[in-house]
């Protein structure tokens, strides 16, 4: 299936985003684990957590397939390890190619079952379910935080908590912060030492009411058509100011790009509000998955870039930074790699060809790149269904907001 998307003139739009999948997945972990009598609410309607929602019910000796999940992958893979009964979990095809040992070996050390069915180091993956007696690992701080997160949410299981040591360079620290700040609002009892040490008490989690707050990574798109725009007014109810989310960053970032951010109460206004910079430079070590959106704006906006801190992007859906430089490459930007960890653009162009844009069964490219429509003025999308791995109405969204979305 292929779309075509045509911009309005003008965008003066409020658009209720769907709810955190990172927060919604978090927290249907803890509450699990803690065997939670409240339910969760404004849980993410969005395909990941629909499917660890399914796990999560899964019986002993059923096989759980994740489909495309990675987060449900790595957070369940934690998760059965120190849940009794024997289980099989797999996904698609990608999901079977993207690597999971730093993690099997983890809890390996700790003490869980853990066989793969296939290839050594990828999914699928055999977990009988245990008590897992060992307190401490040490892992590089340059693995993905999912892993740090799936091994931090089940500390409070382990029957000595659990201390890890983080070695190097650590990345995505705010996804970490979230996990902990989660975990502690369920009354467990972790924390930073220091600068590299984690430690979790075996305190069992609570049961509390909990409401999940909308998604700062979908409003990025958002940004980036106001930015892109030349008149915008766009409203997103459900994001706070002070956000557990470290890519409510976005806010910051883009307000280089000419976009002002006006908070209110659990809601912000988004307008075009001064010139953009003439160069950005950011490391995205923090927030990876915006990377996308900004290498698609600063481009059509004539801004050269250098954007670091990407090498989680090859371990995604897709190789992200390989996907980039080919569809940005037929929009007629010449991106440049380097390091493995770094993307660039210094303005470089050729001709631009009419192919639609892949998606590489990837959601965050259908939704960086449909928003170039604005400049170009119109665009072709495979695959569209993608977005619903984290946002499933995004379609109807630019719908709303007076986009013309047409099948071909």
Known sequence: MKIRITPPERINATIQLPSSKSISNRALIISALGNGEHQLENLSDCDDTQVMIRALHAQPGETIDILAAGTAMRFLTAYLSVTQGDRIITGTQRMQQRPIQVLVNAL??????????????????????????KSHITLPGNVSSQYISALLMIGPSLKNGLK?????????????????QLMKDFGG??????DRELLVEPQPYTSIPFYVESDWSASSYWYQIAALSNEANITLPGLFEKSYQGDSQVAHIFRSLGVETIYG????????????????????INQPDLAQTFVVTCALLGIPFRFS??????????????????????????????????????????????????????????????PACIVLPDICINDPHVVTKSYPRYWEDLQKAGFIIKEE
Not at 189 to 194: E, F, L, P, Q, S
Not at 265 to 283: A, C, H, M, Q, V
């Open 265 to 284: 109460d659990k809601t912000i206004t988004l307008r075009k509000n001064g010139k953009p910079t003439e160069r950005l430079e950011y490391d995205f």
């Open 309 to 370: 801190g990407l090498q989680s992007l090859k371990i995604k859906e897709t190789d992200r930074m390989a996907a980039l430089i080919c569809e940005m490459k037929k929009l007629g930007y010449i991106l440049q790699e380097s390091e493995g960890s770094i993307l660039s653009w210094e303005g470089e162009r050729c001709e631009r060809s009419q192919e639609a844009i892949d998606t590489y069964e990837d959601h965050r490219m259908a939704m960086a790149f449909a």
């Open 164 to 180: 890890i040591t983080l070695t190097g360079e650590i990345i995505s620290r705010p996804y970490i912060n979230l996990t902990l």
């Open 108 to 133: 390996r050390e700790l003490g869980a079952h853990i066989d793969y069915v296939a290839n050594e180091g990828f999914p699928p993956l055999r977990i009988h379910g245990t008590t897992l007696t």
């Open 189 to 194: 009892k972790a924390t930073w030492m220091n």
